[in-house]
């Protein structure tokens, strides 16, 4: 991994440690603790918007994705993540760090991902302003703002995505990608 790869790599790593943080565990248990906990320290549990999970969620795709990369170029921009999963194809390493036993399974896998990965790629203003489309980290439309990404619930965007993949009875996203995250440093993706 050379310097440039390792800045990106870092930079993913804390991005998805940050998604994580606005994405916690939403389960019965970890609610009631966290309800019990608030109620003795006396403060009310602050719930982020939806935007800020996502805009970080975006961001950790694109770095990882051109951490994955020796030289980035420059048409990729916000969009490197949609090519990075296609490459992964070609290296057949990274099949057990990411819990795939074939390039069969991953590609599978790589098909019931393909609509969550366009939506996470929109999600870049550049991209969402194109595209006519929201964005989880400015107000649009572009030439006149009127709607803030703290009032959008980007159901349709991208969770309506999320949770279909999930059912599919593919690895889910997000799994996948905690898994990314954690091995790329690793001698199997071959950086």
């Not at 943080?21 to 549990?45: E, K, M, N, T």
């Not at 590609?107 to 366009?118: D, K, L, Y």
Request: glycine share 4%; charged share 20%.
């Amino acid at each position: 991994m050379n310097a440039r790869q390792a800045a990106f790599y870092r930079q993913a790593q804390s991005d998805w440690s940050v998604f994580r943080y606005f994405h916690a565990d939403r389960s019965s248990w970890r609610s009631a603790v966290q309800r019990v906990w608030c109620r003795l320290i006396g403060v009310r549990p602050f719930p982020f918007p939806v935007c800020h999970e996502l805009h970080y969620l975006q961001m950790c795709t694109e770095k990882l994705a051109k951490a994955y990369f020796q030289t980035t170029p420059s048409r990729d921009g916000h969009a490197a993540f949609r090519r990075f999963l296609t490459e992964l194809l070609a290296n057949s390493n990274i099949l057990t760090p990411l819990g795939f036993a074939t390039t069969a399974e991953l590609t599978r896998w790589q098909g019931s991902v393909t609509s969550i990965v366009g939506a996470i790629e929109d999600l870049a203003p550049s991209i969402a302003d194109r595209k006519l489309l929201p964005n989880p980290e400015y107000p649009w439309p572009r030439d006149a703002p009127t709607v803030a990404p703290v009032d959008h619930p980007f159901t349709a965007e991208v969770y309506i995505h999320l949770d279909a993949q999930a059912l599919c009875g593919e690895p889910p996203f997000l799994i996948i990608l905690g898994r990314m995250v954690e091995t790329m440093r690793s001698s199997a993706w071959h950086l």
